[in-house]
């Protein structure tokens, strides 16, 4: 071959790794830009109310946090997002389980409903729910001012969280591991405990983390249910809430910054788990 015919072969390759001039998605003009609306949308707001809970000293912020009425409705909305975060755990589960593993007639409407709660105003899911099972119940269930009606809105609203996790991971999970399990004899359950479990739990604790950082500082689905009776159905948005009419924005402040403290915390230690599960699947 002359070099008149290799020189455009080798033009072309110079031309192929030549770098690319111009605006890169990863470029520092881009972190710029993310960072910025980061700080506009996420980091702003959170300083602001954390300097607002300063407002009167330390003292006064531990003086918000510590008052009985704000320990009693801190420890009634962990204790009740806690139960709704297991009780998505199982019934989440077992939704992402059929969707993925069962096949019957309106599959389709169910996937979609699952994502309702999500779509759905909360006020709207808490006026539903007070229509159902309120003083004027059809089927004669009054859960208005309970706390199983604030349990029963939480769960509404944060079911979505679990499912949608789980259910990415059973549709990439191979059969292949569990019948070859069911040849070598394994049952059901030991198929279930030692090989689907372990894969999907990593997915089951971060639908449950996200399900129970939601309902810490849910607010518009309990609204009308619970009552807002201080010491058995008032959570913690409801208790802010109060706190800014009787004109207490310090008190309300403390709450929220405990509020977003936890969660944090939730989702730190979700973020450590996850990390653990990629290093031994590594």
Known sequence: MTRA???PEHDAGKATFAPRRGWRPDGPLSLGVAGLWLSIIVLLP????VAQSFDDGPRGFW???????ALQTLGLTVAMSL????INVLFGTVIAWVLVRDEFPGKGVVN???DLPFALPT??????????????????IHLAATQPGVVLALTFVTLPFVVRQVQPVLMELDHSVEEAAAVLGAGNRVIWSKIVLPALLPAILSGAGL???RAIGEFGSVVLIGGNIPG???????????QIEVDEPVNAAAVSVALLVIAFVVLIVLRVIAKIQSRREG
């Open 63 to 69: 003086a918000g946090v510590t008052a009985p009425a």
């Open 112 to 114: 979609a409903i699952i």
């Open 123 to 140: 006020i709207v899911a808490s006026l539903v729910l007070l229509s159902l099972y309120g003083p004027n119940s059809p089927f004669d």
């Open 5 to 7: 015919a290799q020189a």
């Open 232 to 242: 058995k159905t008032q959570v913690a948005s409801q208790y802010i809430q109060q």
């Open 211 to 213: 399900a129970f950082t």
């Open 46 to 49: 959170l300083a602001a109310i």
């Open 83 to 86: 139960l709704v975060a297991a």
